[in-house]
Protein backbone atom coordinates (compact mmCIF):
# COMPACT_ATOMS: atom_id res chain seq x y z
CA UNK A 1 0.00 0.00 0.00
CA UNK A 2 1.30 3.04 -1.20
CA UNK A 3 1.63 6.61 1.68
CA UNK A 4 2.33 10.01 0.24
CA UNK A 5 3.27 12.20 3.35
CA UNK A 6 3.82 15.56 1.98
CA UNK A 7 4.89 18.44 4.13
CA UNK A 8 6.61 22.01 4.19
CA UNK A 9 3.59 24.41 3.52
CA UNK A 10 3.51 27.63 5.26
CA UNK A 11 1.88 31.36 4.95
CA UNK A 12 4.42 33.23 2.95
CA UNK A 13 4.57 37.13 2.01
CA UNK A 14 4.29 37.30 -2.08
CA UNK A 15 7.67 37.19 -3.41
CA UNK A 16 8.84 34.26 -0.52
CA UNK A 17 10.17 31.09 -1.13
CA UNK A 18 8.91 27.58 0.08
CA UNK A 19 10.41 24.05 -0.28
CA UNK A 20 7.73 20.99 -0.35
CA UNK A 21 8.51 17.64 0.36
CA UNK A 22 6.58 14.16 -1.05
CA UNK A 23 8.01 11.65 1.11
CA UNK A 24 6.61 7.66 -0.91
CA UNK A 25 6.72 4.71 1.58
CA UNK A 26 5.75 1.36 0.05
CA UNK A 27 6.59 2.27 -3.60
CA UNK A 28 8.60 1.22 -6.63
CA UNK A 29 9.51 5.35 -6.25
CA UNK A 30 12.57 5.31 -8.26
CA UNK A 31 11.21 4.10 -11.64
CA UNK A 32 8.27 6.32 -11.92
CA UNK A 33 7.42 9.59 -13.24
CA UNK A 34 6.54 12.08 -10.23
CA UNK A 35 4.40 14.91 -10.04
CA UNK A 36 3.20 18.05 -8.11
CA UNK A 37 -0.48 18.66 -8.19
CA UNK A 38 -2.25 21.64 -6.81
CA UNK A 39 -5.62 22.31 -6.06
CA UNK A 40 -6.66 25.91 -5.13
CA UNK A 41 -10.06 26.67 -3.13
CA UNK A 42 -13.26 26.08 -6.07
CA UNK A 43 -11.20 24.88 -8.27
CA UNK A 44 -10.11 21.29 -10.20
CA UNK A 45 -6.56 19.64 -9.01
CA UNK A 46 -4.48 20.64 -11.42
CA UNK A 47 -1.06 19.51 -12.63
CA UNK A 48 2.12 21.53 -11.59
CA UNK A 49 5.18 19.82 -12.44
CA UNK A 50 7.05 16.33 -13.47
CA UNK A 51 9.75 14.38 -12.69
CA UNK A 52 10.93 11.62 -15.19
CA UNK A 53 13.42 9.05 -13.28
CA UNK A 54 15.99 10.65 -15.25
CA UNK A 55 14.98 13.82 -13.94
CA UNK A 56 13.30 15.28 -17.31
CA UNK A 57 11.20 17.87 -15.63
CA UNK A 58 8.37 19.46 -16.97
CA UNK A 59 6.73 22.30 -15.60
CA UNK A 60 2.95 24.70 -16.24
CA UNK A 61 3.59 27.75 -18.02
CA UNK A 62 2.12 29.44 -14.68
CA UNK A 63 5.31 28.21 -12.67
CA UNK A 64 7.91 28.07 -15.22
CA UNK A 65 11.22 29.66 -13.91
CA UNK A 66 9.85 30.15 -10.52
CA UNK A 67 9.74 26.23 -9.18
CA UNK A 68 11.89 24.23 -9.50
CA UNK A 69 10.97 20.39 -9.12
CA UNK A 70 13.55 17.39 -7.84
CA UNK A 71 13.97 14.06 -6.51
CA UNK A 72 16.19 11.92 -4.15
CA UNK A 73 15.43 8.27 -4.96
CA UNK A 74 17.79 6.91 -2.07
CA UNK A 75 15.26 8.54 0.60
CA UNK A 76 12.34 8.04 -1.87
CA UNK A 77 11.20 12.05 -1.46
CA UNK A 78 9.97 14.14 -4.44
CA UNK A 79 11.05 18.09 -3.70
CA UNK A 80 9.03 21.79 -5.19
CA UNK A 81 11.37 24.26 -4.15
CA UNK A 82 8.93 27.39 -4.93
CA UNK A 83 10.36 31.23 -5.75
CA UNK A 84 8.74 34.05 -6.23
CA UNK A 85 5.65 33.17 -4.70
CA UNK A 86 2.37 34.99 -5.92
CA UNK A 87 -0.98 35.16 -4.33
CA UNK A 88 -2.39 33.01 -7.12
CA UNK A 89 -0.42 30.21 -5.77
CA UNK A 90 -2.38 29.30 -2.47
CA UNK A 91 -3.46 25.90 -2.83
CA UNK A 92 -3.20 22.52 -1.54
CA UNK A 93 -0.16 20.82 -2.89
CA UNK A 94 -0.17 17.19 -3.25
CA UNK A 95 2.43 14.57 -4.69
CA UNK A 96 1.65 11.45 -6.96
CA UNK A 97 2.42 9.60 -9.87
CA UNK A 98 2.20 11.71 -12.83
CA UNK A 99 -0.81 10.00 -13.41
CA UNK A 100 -2.57 10.45 -10.39
CA UNK A 101 -3.45 6.84 -9.76
CA UNK A 102 -2.21 6.42 -6.34
CA UNK A 103 -3.88 6.71 -3.12
CA UNK A 104 -3.65 10.84 -2.43
CA UNK A 105 -1.77 12.27 1.01
CA UNK A 106 -3.30 14.79 2.96
CA UNK A 107 -1.75 17.53 1.08
CA UNK A 108 0.22 20.58 2.39
CA UNK A 109 -1.69 23.69 2.71
CA UNK A 110 0.17 27.20 0.73
CA UNK A 111 -1.01 30.44 1.73
CA UNK A 112 0.84 33.67 0.06
CA UNK A 113 -0.50 37.15 0.84
CA UNK A 114 -0.17 39.51 -0.94
Known amino acids: QVQLVESGGGLVQAGGSLRLSCVASGSIFSINTMAWYRQAPGKQRELVAT???????NYVDSVKGRFIISRDNAKNTLYLQMNSLKPEDTAVYYCNLHLGTWPWGQGTQVTVSS
Open 51 to 57: ITSTRTT
